[in-house]
């Protein structure tokens, strides 16, 4: 239908319609006697969910006493409460709004091998810990996996946030990245990439929650975010091993002469010479 007014909360809550003309919602004696229905509706605003009385049926009743003045009341047949219950002459519409907040954060890397070529497959945990660097006990840490016919690519299940009555992830957070797997010959070179990661989840107000990297300065950075609104990323670089095989050989023989029986004591020496005849 038409709207014949519109309304804005104050910092309260609380709301008046004022008309579009200045014959709305404005009455007359020849309206004395008759009835008015209205619909008043809430418009949608990113992350919150009205509830299920939205929209609410108004109507309104005029009545001429004779007095010069109309008596204008409203009521509202479907209201599911009254921000004054005890006012019953002049009630007003509670209208409640639910919020509800969300974003993720998907965290990968990649693999490489110095000294070899990459042909394994290495395991990466993924622990979220305190400011001592001790793992959050409710916190299960995630496993991935990088895949050396993928050119040593490896990607964690992506970490969800969320903001609601039941639950609260704004604020800091704190993730560890450690190397699990054990080959031997293979040494983690640690200064190849940086193993700790620590973000600000904030939330903007639109129902959505900004993932932001903390510096080393202490400045915040909004990382980099996919196709998707509130789907945050951050890749932690190359993890880099290190293959370093050795072994060894013993070479023996056994000295025969023929004709004579080795006298006792009697020794013979041999060399051993690379291709490059170096002993």
Do not use: C, M, W
């Not at 003309?21 to 008759?34: M, S």
């Not at 190397?179 to 190849?192: C, F, M, N, R, V």
């Amino acid at each position: 239908g038409k709207v014949v007014a519109t309304a804005e909360t104050d910092a309260n809550g609380d709301f008046i319609f004022q008309p579009k003309t200045e014959k709305d919602l404005h009455y007359t004696e020849r309206d004395a006697g008759n009835t008015f229905t209205y619909t008043i509706s809430e418009k949608a605003k990113a992350g919150y969910t009205p509830d299920d009385k939205n929209p609410t049926k108004v109507v309104v009743s005029v009545s001429d006493s004779r007095s010069g003045k109309l008596t204008v009341t409203a009521q509202y047949p479907n209201a599911g409460a009254y921000y004054d219950e005890s006012n019953k002459e002049d009630p007003t519409p509670l209208y409640n709004n639910t919020y509800a907040a969300s974003g993720s954060l998907k965290l990968s890397g990649k693999k490489v091998v110095e000294g070899r070529a990459l042909d394994k497959d290495f395991k990466f945990q993924l622990t979220e810990v305190d400011e001592d660097g001790n793992p959050i006990a409710d916190k299960q840490p995630l496993t991935a996996t990088s895949d050396h016919t993928k050119n040593g690519a490896f990607e964690f299940t992506a970490i969800d946030y969320h903001k609601d009555a039941q639950r609260d992830d704004t604020g800091y957070h704190t993730y560890q990245l450690t190397e699990i797997s054990q080959y031997p010959g293979y040494t983690l070179d640690q200064t190849s990439f940086k193993n700790l990661l620590k973000v600000y989840v904030e939330d903007v107000g639109d129902g959505t929650l900004q993932v932001s990297q903390i510096k080393d300065s202490g400045s915040r950075e909004v990382l980099s975010s996919g196709s998707e609104k509130a789907q945050y990323t951050y890749f932690f670089g190359e993890v880099k091993n290190i293959y370093h095989a050795a072994g060894s050989i013993t070479l023996k023989g056994h000295k025969t002469v023929n004709g004579s029986a080795l006298a006792a004591g009697e020794k013979f020496d041999f060399e051993l010479k690379d291709k490059n005849e170096k002993v």
